[in-house]
């Protein structure tokens, strides 16, 4: 079949910057993202205030990467108090993007297994905001699977404009058959629980959906409890992580990016913000590239554990691979620590491999931590991300395409 372009569809490409007059044009565009790159400018902090979970999920990447052994903590005050100490320093060190949007994320194991803590540092984040030592604009999110979340605690929630992100993967046959209580029992009932109460107290809360095998192959349903039943307004999909514990079937990668495309084509009829491939969609459509696919890599984010080490990624909690730091080490400075130094340029565009890959632009390189776990280098390429990339872009260009023809 014969494809017939006219002038117009042509010239709105190059307008687009889908085409460039020569290569040379895509080199200098490549050059001038890598000067504004590659140095940590941290943003993000995660509190991690226990690694103690209620659940036993099979996919977890923290749970599926501690050693035999491993000691599960949780968050003193004390600790928790040092770390808030620490992330005012270190942003308050660069006057100029001081007053830039900071993000402070509650996460776990379960962070609602240490409220204690939880509502100790929200009232200390409120008083450092009064007093100017962090930004007015500081979001707050916690992480939770949902199951414990009470009346009591969606008030504290919405009293603090915590937005919440609570993990549902489908209908309860498919949530099932990677989750369950550490006794075996059954958690879905507690988890829509959580979730109602939180809509019904006002709280911000979305759903984050980990495509798990049995999510993508019954995605029609995870859809319907998405949006019929959850009437969600907001969301993330994560793509599953391969671990040694939680191995992925040939072919997962295409199917999963198929389902957020999919997913996609409905919520924008909708009106529901799917975060995964709205950050594609942006890169794309304002012709800039994304140059990270997560706070970790580009160094922007510290991760404090509950015992006070200070790492750069939470999905190294078990191994303590790439934690360089602790809560007492007033000098640390993330601008000039080696780790964050390497972080802060994993990036496809300094990446070998990426150079002439099509996706560069809207990639962001996906997760190095599997990167490392597929490859034994966080330089190395996450596959999965890579499939989920191209195929995005794919579909980005030919939904364009269509857009210009009517
Ligand atoms: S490296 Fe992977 S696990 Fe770590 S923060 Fe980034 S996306 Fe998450
Ligand atoms: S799709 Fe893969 S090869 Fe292409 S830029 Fe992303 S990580 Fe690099």
Redesign the pocket.
Known sequence: MELIIDQKVIDSLYEAKIFVQSPADDDRVIDFFRSNFGRPEVSIVYFVLTDKCNFSCSYCFVRNSMPDGYQERTMSMTTADRGLDRFCEIISRNQETFSKEKTIIFYGGEPLMNTKVLSYLLDKIRAYKLAGKLPEKTSLSLVTNGSLITEKIAKLLKEHAVSVGISIDGDEAVTSANREGVKGNPIYSNVMRGFKICTNAGVDVGVSCTLSVESVKNFQKTMKTLVDDLRIAGMGFNLAMATPGYPLPNGYAEEASKCIIDAYKVFRERGIYEDRIMRKVNAFVEAKVYPYDCGAAGGGQIVIAPDGQIGVCHGYLGERKFFCSHVQESSFDPETDPVFLEWSRRS?LF?E??QR?S??GI????CPLQADIDTGSIWG??SR??VH??KTLEWLIWDLYDQFRK
């Not at 990639?363 to 996906?366: E, L, Q």
């Open positions: 496809p990446m491999e990426c890959c996706a560069l990639c962001g390189g996906g390429l996450d991300f890579c990339s191209k």
